[in-house]
């Protein structure tokens, strides 16, 4: 049974974690509105094919750049794990497999990424589809 105190400290340091974890999204929220959306219904920027396609574009962007954060923190999860599995092989096993996880997803959303930006290059399309600008 795990005592009133600890399972306190635990809640209190698994806020602490969670709200600094988040602090990066709080930064994307403040800009997301303006990059995310290209039109506003104008003559001058009309929301028509080309303003959707850019929506896309942008959706994809911040998924790959929130894929990082993502797998740092389940390395990190993964980490804690190991680091306190005391000889416990289930706990080993367990950490282990959320590294191997991880890095086959990353690797996954990575080269998805790749693909669909060699695609695009190769059809000519010049597009701003580049985590990397």
């Not at 990082?68 to 005391?86: H, K």
Request: glycine share 8%; charged share 15%; proline share 4%.
């Amino acid at each position: 049974m795990i005592k009133r105190t600890s399972a306190r400290k635990f809640a209190a340091n698994a806020i602490v974690f969670l709200g600094m974890a988040t602090l990066p999204l709080l930064t994307f929220a403040a800009i997301l509105p303006d990059r995310l959306i290209s039109c506003n219904g104008t003559k001058e920027s009309p929301c028509d094919f080309k303003a959707l396609i850019q929506l896309v574009h942008n959706i994809i962007n911040f998924l790959v750049y929130m894929s990082a954060p993502v797998a740092a923190v389940a390395f990190a999860w993964a980490g804690v794990l190991y680091l306190t599995a005391a000889g416990d092989e289930t706990k080993i096993g367990k950490a282990h497999t959320i590294f191997t996880d991880v890095l086959i997803g990353l690797g996954i959303v990575l080269s998805a990424w790749l693909i669909v930006k060699l695609i695009v290059t190769g059809l000519g399309v010049k597009s701003g589809l580049s985590p990397l600008r």
